[in-house]
Protein backbone atom coordinates (compact mmCIF):
# COMPACT_ATOMS: atom_id res chain seq x y z
CA UNK A 1 0.00 0.00 0.00
CA UNK A 2 2.68 2.18 0.78
CA UNK A 3 4.22 2.28 -2.94
CA UNK A 4 0.63 2.88 -4.18
CA UNK A 5 0.48 5.75 -2.04
CA UNK A 6 4.26 7.06 -2.97
CA UNK A 7 3.15 6.67 -6.60
CA UNK A 8 0.02 9.04 -6.04
CA UNK A 9 2.51 11.43 -4.46
CA UNK A 10 4.66 11.29 -7.53
CA UNK A 11 1.58 12.08 -9.52
CA UNK A 12 1.03 15.05 -7.64
CA UNK A 13 5.01 15.96 -8.00
CA UNK A 14 4.47 15.78 -11.63
CA UNK A 15 1.36 18.13 -11.70
CA UNK A 16 4.52 20.40 -9.62
CA UNK A 17 6.67 19.85 -12.74
CA UNK A 18 4.26 21.13 -14.69
CA UNK A 19 3.19 24.32 -12.30
CA UNK A 20 6.99 25.10 -12.72
CA UNK A 21 5.94 25.98 -16.62
CA UNK A 22 2.14 26.82 -16.09
CA UNK A 23 2.30 30.26 -14.07
CA UNK A 24 -1.26 29.37 -12.89
CA UNK A 25 -0.12 26.13 -11.10
CA UNK A 26 2.29 26.47 -8.34
CA UNK A 27 4.53 23.87 -8.75
CA UNK A 28 6.65 23.99 -5.81
CA UNK A 29 5.00 23.96 -3.86
CA UNK A 30 2.64 21.05 -4.76
CA UNK A 31 5.75 19.52 -4.36
CA UNK A 32 6.26 20.47 -0.52
CA UNK A 33 2.83 19.26 -0.56
CA UNK A 34 3.64 16.12 -1.58
CA UNK A 35 6.52 15.39 0.42
CA UNK A 36 4.04 16.42 3.44
CA UNK A 37 1.72 14.34 2.77
CA UNK A 38 3.53 11.22 2.25
CA UNK A 39 5.48 12.24 5.10
CA UNK A 40 2.52 12.96 7.22
CA UNK A 41 0.83 9.27 5.86
CA UNK A 42 3.72 7.08 6.28
CA UNK A 43 4.82 8.32 9.59
CA UNK A 44 8.07 9.58 8.29
CA UNK A 45 9.62 6.71 7.61
CA UNK A 46 11.19 7.79 4.39
CA UNK A 47 12.29 11.10 5.36
CA UNK A 48 12.03 13.70 8.75
CA UNK A 49 12.04 16.65 9.78
CA UNK A 50 15.11 17.82 8.52
CA UNK A 51 14.64 17.07 5.35
CA UNK A 52 10.69 18.46 5.65
CA UNK A 53 12.70 21.90 6.66
CA UNK A 54 15.16 21.37 4.10
CA UNK A 55 12.68 21.26 1.29
CA UNK A 56 10.59 23.84 2.36
CA UNK A 57 13.45 26.28 2.80
CA UNK A 58 14.64 25.43 -1.25
CA UNK A 59 10.82 26.56 -1.91
CA UNK A 60 10.33 29.46 -0.18
CA UNK A 61 13.69 30.11 -1.46
CA UNK A 62 13.27 29.36 -5.09
CA UNK A 63 9.86 31.49 -4.97
CA UNK A 64 12.13 34.35 -4.17
CA UNK A 65 14.36 33.84 -6.92
CA UNK A 66 11.64 33.21 -9.23
CA UNK A 67 10.33 36.52 -8.63
CA UNK A 68 13.79 38.42 -8.99
CA UNK A 69 14.33 36.59 -12.15
CA UNK A 70 11.71 37.77 -13.66
CA UNK A 71 11.53 41.40 -12.61
CA UNK A 72 15.50 41.61 -13.00
CA UNK A 73 15.02 39.73 -16.74
CA UNK A 74 12.51 42.39 -17.47
CA UNK A 75 14.10 45.79 -16.28
CA UNK A 76 17.26 44.87 -17.51
CA UNK A 77 15.35 45.50 -21.29
CA UNK A 78 14.05 48.62 -20.27
CA UNK A 79 10.52 47.15 -19.07
CA UNK A 80 8.66 49.28 -16.64
CA UNK A 81 5.27 48.11 -14.40
CA UNK A 82 2.83 48.66 -17.09
CA UNK A 83 5.60 46.11 -19.26
CA UNK A 84 5.70 43.96 -16.16
CA UNK A 85 1.92 43.49 -15.58
CA UNK A 86 1.58 43.11 -19.26
CA UNK A 87 3.33 40.51 -19.26
CA UNK A 88 1.50 38.39 -16.49
CA UNK A 89 -1.94 39.63 -18.14
CA UNK A 90 -0.52 38.43 -21.87
CA UNK A 91 0.83 35.36 -20.28
CA UNK A 92 -2.22 34.33 -18.78
CA UNK A 93 -4.19 35.32 -22.00
CA UNK A 94 -2.15 33.14 -24.08
CA UNK A 95 -1.81 30.28 -21.94
CA UNK A 96 -6.39 29.81 -22.05
CA UNK A 97 -6.49 30.49 -25.28
CA UNK A 98 -3.40 28.85 -27.17
CA UNK A 99 -1.55 26.76 -24.65
CA UNK A 100 1.72 26.77 -24.03
CA UNK A 101 2.78 28.50 -27.51
CA UNK A 102 0.42 31.38 -26.04
CA UNK A 103 2.56 31.38 -22.94
CA UNK A 104 5.46 32.28 -24.30
CA UNK A 105 3.88 34.70 -27.05
CA UNK A 106 1.64 36.24 -24.40
CA UNK A 107 4.53 36.95 -22.20
CA UNK A 108 6.48 38.78 -24.73
CA UNK A 109 3.26 39.99 -26.58
CA UNK A 110 1.50 41.41 -23.55
CA UNK A 111 5.10 43.40 -21.82
CA UNK A 112 5.46 45.00 -25.35
CA UNK A 113 1.90 46.29 -26.05
CA UNK A 114 1.03 47.61 -22.33
CA UNK A 115 4.82 49.29 -22.61
CA UNK A 116 3.66 50.74 -26.10
CA UNK A 117 0.04 51.74 -24.86
CA UNK A 118 0.05 52.82 -21.07
CA UNK A 119 4.19 53.57 -20.81
CA UNK A 120 4.05 55.38 -24.33
CA UNK A 121 7.24 53.85 -25.38
CA UNK A 122 8.46 53.75 -28.69
CA UNK A 123 8.13 50.56 -30.93
CA UNK A 124 11.77 49.60 -30.57
CA UNK A 125 11.59 50.33 -26.76
CA UNK A 126 8.61 48.51 -26.34
CA UNK A 127 9.58 45.01 -28.40
CA UNK A 128 13.17 45.47 -26.02
CA UNK A 129 10.99 45.43 -22.96
CA UNK A 130 8.87 42.40 -24.24
CA UNK A 131 11.98 40.52 -24.99
CA UNK A 132 12.99 41.28 -21.81
CA UNK A 133 9.93 40.14 -20.18
CA UNK A 134 10.11 37.13 -21.90
CA UNK A 135 14.13 36.25 -20.89
CA UNK A 136 12.82 36.64 -17.32
CA UNK A 137 10.38 34.47 -17.79
CA UNK A 138 12.05 31.37 -19.41
CA UNK A 139 15.18 31.80 -17.35
CA UNK A 140 12.77 31.55 -14.62
CA UNK A 141 11.13 28.71 -15.82
CA UNK A 142 14.04 26.62 -16.31
CA UNK A 143 14.85 27.22 -12.67
CA UNK A 144 11.77 25.95 -11.78
CA UNK A 145 11.89 23.30 -13.34
CA UNK A 146 14.71 21.93 -13.05
CA UNK A 147 14.70 22.39 -9.10
CA UNK A 148 11.43 20.91 -9.35
CA UNK A 149 12.83 17.85 -11.09
CA UNK A 150 15.05 17.70 -8.48
CA UNK A 151 12.78 17.32 -6.15
CA UNK A 152 11.06 14.72 -7.46
CA UNK A 153 13.98 12.84 -8.16
CA UNK A 154 14.99 12.82 -4.21
CA UNK A 155 11.90 11.74 -3.02
CA UNK A 156 11.69 8.89 -5.20
CA UNK A 157 15.34 8.04 -3.69
CA UNK A 158 14.65 8.67 -0.81
CA UNK A 159 11.13 6.52 -0.85
CA UNK A 160 13.38 3.41 -2.56
CA UNK A 161 15.63 3.58 -0.40
CA UNK A 162 13.69 3.15 3.13
Do not use: C, H
Amino acid sequence: MSYVIAALAVLVMLVGLAGSILPIIPGLPIIFGAYLGYGLWSGWAAYGAGTMVAVGLVVALSLVVDQLASIMGAKKFGAGKAGMIGSFIGAILGLIFFNLPGLIIGTFAGAAIFELLFAKRDLMSSLKAGTGALVGFLASSLFKFILSLILTLVFVLLVLMS
